[in-house]
């Protein structure tokens, strides 16, 4: 059975284009500016095919809408085994033409967002972590796509480096980056509890010694004298 020939819903280009235009006017409208990070691939270990060390080195500014107008999303702020943990979700509605235009005319291959990249939410001034980009959001307006929803968590820094050329971004995370503490600390484990008084490291290490003493020489940390009676 044939649809009506005299109805055209999902095969009108102008109209597409209409409704590609009013959603980025109203993101314009009732959006928030944010800094999108990427990702680099040149530190990728073709071998491993892994990415242990990852860069972060460009970045691209454009509106989104924010979905989540009441609060952040998430698991939000609890107590665990681990301490104080801070869940917080969000999720960011970026146009397709408004990615295109901002972000695949600088780099082709990048038609949408990827999961694992950053963005740099002004508003509270926190860095968040893409986890999940959804692109059927809004299910075929009119036969076409027309937004990405990036579902973004905030970020939990694992040894991530950043090199953007923005100190805000670039220096966002000096202050847990046992990296940076060390070299600025003569690379000693003192030097990391001067840093952050709750930290024990060097405490364990001199209990440590007193119980077992890993030398060189002997790595088993005992001599035995053994007779041979035989």
Do not use: W
Request: charged share 30%; glycine share 6%; proline share 2%.
């Amino acid at each position: 059975m044939a649809t009506n020939a005299f109805f055209n819903n999902y095969n009108n280009f102008v109209e597409q284009q209409l409704i590609d235009d009013l959603v980025i006017e109203s993101i314009k409208m009732f959006g928030v500016d944010i800094i999108y990070i990427t990702r680099s691939a040149d530190s990728r270990d073709y071998v491993l095919n892994e990415d242990d060390t990852p860069i972060y080195d460009e970045t691209y500014e454009f509106e989104t809408y924010v979905k989540n107008v009441d609060a952040f999303e998430g698991q939000g702020d609890f107590l665990s085994k681990f301490g104080l943990e801070i869940r917080d979700q969000m999720t960011l509605t970026v146009a397709n033409r408004t990615f295109e235009k901002f972000v695949t005319r600088e780099r082709n291959a990048r038609t949408r967002p990827l999961e694992g990249d950053f963005i740099y939410f002004p508003l509270n001034e926190k860095i968040f972590k893409v986890v999940e980009v959804e692109h059927e959001s809004v299910f075929y307006q009119g036969g076409t796509l027309q937004v990405f929803d990036m579902k973004c968590e905030l970020a939990e820094y694992s040894g991530e480096r950043f090199e953007t050329g923005r100190d805000n971004i670039d220096t966002f995370f000096d202050g847990i980056n046992t990296n940076s503490l060390v070299n600025a600390n003569t690379g000693t484990l003192e030097g990391l509890g001067d840093v952050d008084p709750g930290a024990s490291n060097l405490y364990f290490e001199q209990d440590g010694d007193s119980i077992i003493d890993f030398s060189e020489i002997d790595p088993f940390s005992e001599t035995l004298d053994i007779e041979d009676n035989i």
